[in-house]
């Protein structure tokens, strides 16, 4: 059974920094590409970054390109998201995402197969 465990959410003020984990168990972590998403209240999920399976190529949306990155620690089998300068657009529910292949990065929620519960993140103003 594929379990991805997302942790390290919560409440912050805009300008501080966050980091997500995702706890990847049932799959074959270093094989497979991985991605964040967020689903703001009333908005539909949107793409946040992606990493290959080996970490050697990223892809980030433009909303968050030079403030958030995402890495991967294949020993652990855990992805993260480094969030800085949160401001209160960031203000989402966070999902990991397993891909189906091992190299596709992209910001389609079609390219992953296994996804994590969320884990809230607040940034206040």
């Known amino acids: 059974q594929v379990q991805l465990v997302e942790s390290g959410g919560g409440l912050v003020q805009a300008g501080d920094s966050l980091r997500l984990s995702c706890a990847v168990s049932?799959?074959?972590?270093?094989?497979?590409?991985m991605g964040w998403f967020r689903q703001a209240p009333g908005k539909e999920r949107e793409f946040v970054a992606a990493?290959?399976?080996?970490?050697?190529?990223?892809n980030y949306a433009d909303s968050v390109k030079g403030r958030f990155t995402i890495s991967r620690d294949n020993n652990k089998n855990t992805l993260y998201l480094q969030m800085t300068s949160l401001n209160p657009e960031d203000t989402a529910v966070y999902y990991c995402?397993?891909?189906?292949?091992?190299?596709?990065?992209?910001?389609?929620?079609?390219?992953?197969?296994?996804w994590g519960q969320g884990t809230q993140v607040t940034v206040s103003s």
């Open positions: 990493i290959s399976w080996g970490g050697y190529n990223t």
């Open positions: 995402a397993a891909g189906r292949t091992n190299w596709r990065i992209t910001g389609l929620a079609g390219d992953y197969r296994d």
């Open positions: 049932g799959r074959a972590f270093g094989t497979v590409a």
